[in-house]
């Protein structure tokens, strides 16, 4: 894996997060959790190269977020076996099995002690500066609330926000 500046990031993040995704591990080498996330951003905030990320609560990769402050999304591309990995790790628990085992995903650890996959092709290594809660009364289009949350659908959202300290590139 070679390390690329922010200055040379030129990928269309339309695409690449909401058509392609994502996944989000949270934790440390010794234990962590991954899950497939397709909402989210990279921006420019406080100075700094940031992802913004929005995870409910109610996922098990949330707990270990809480845990260390180190995130990573990884980008596995488009081929039908990142589909499938993808597909598994959003829909399915780590508190109900062991997703590296079942998926063949093959850990990575940075010299950083960031966690990535042998499957990515794109690692961007965060550290977490901001958990945000959304608030009901702050949405301005009541059909999001109605759409999105609510009995059956879920939580609001953490809204986290993570200063992009590494950009692995994978081959
Ligand atoms: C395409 C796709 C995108 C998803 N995006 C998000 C997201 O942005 N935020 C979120 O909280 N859950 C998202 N999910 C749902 C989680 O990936 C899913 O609930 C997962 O099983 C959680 O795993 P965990 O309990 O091991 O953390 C998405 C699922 C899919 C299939």
Same mark, same amino acid.
């Given at each position: 894996?070679?390390?690329?500046?922010?200055?040379?990031?030129?990928?269309?993040?339309?695409?690449?997060?909401?058509?392609?995704?994502?996944?989000?591990?949270?934790?440390?080498?010794?234990?962590?959790?991954?899950?497939?996330?397709?909402?989210?951003?990279?921006?420019?905030?406080?100075?700094?190269?940031?992802?913004?990320?929005?995870?409910?609560?109610?996922?098990?990769?949330? /707990?270990? +977020? !809480?845990?260390?402050?180190?995130?990573?999304?990884?980008? #596995?591309? =488009?081929?039908?076996? *990142?589909?499938?990995?993808?597909?598994?790790?959003?829909?399915?628990?780590?508190?109900?099995?062991?997703?590296?085992?079942?998926?063949?995903?093959?850990?990575?650890?940075?010299?950083?002690?960031?966690?990535?996959?042998?499957?990515?092709?794109?690692?961007?290594?965060?550290?977490?500066?901001?958990?945000?809660?959304?608030?009901?009364?702050?949405?301005?289009?009541? /059909?999001? +609330? !109605?759409?999105?949350?609510?009995?059956?659908?879920?939580? #609001?959202? =953490?809204?986290?926000? *993570?200063?992009?300290?590494?950009?692995?590139?994978?081959?």
């Amino acid at each position: 894996m070679k390390q690329i500046e922010v200055s040379a990031f030129k990928e269309n993040i339309f695409e690449t997060i909401g058509k392609e995704w994502m996944l989000v591990t949270g934790g440390t080498k010794e234990d962590f959790n991954m899950m497939t996330a397709s909402w989210g951003g990279i921006g420019w905030l406080w100075n700094k190269p940031v992802a913004f990320i929005f995870v409910r609560p109610e996922r098990y990769t949330y /707990e270990f +977020l !809480k845990k260390n402050r180190k995130l990573s999304l990884s980008f #596995l591309g =488009k081929e039908e076996e *990142a589909r499938k990995i993808y597909s598994f790790c959003g829909s399915k628990s780590g508190r109900d099995l062991d997703k590296v085992k079942e998926t063949g995903l093959k850990p990575v650890f940075t010299e950083t002690d960031g966690i990535t996959y042998e499957q990515a092709r794109m690692t961007l290594e965060c550290q977490q500066l901001y958990e945000g809660e959304m608030r009901e009364s702050d949405f301005l289009d009541p /059909e999001i +609330l !109605k759409n999105w949350y609510g009995e059956k659908k879920g939580n #609001l959202h =953490k809204v986290i926000v *993570a200063e992009i300290e590494h950009i692995w590139i994978n081959g």
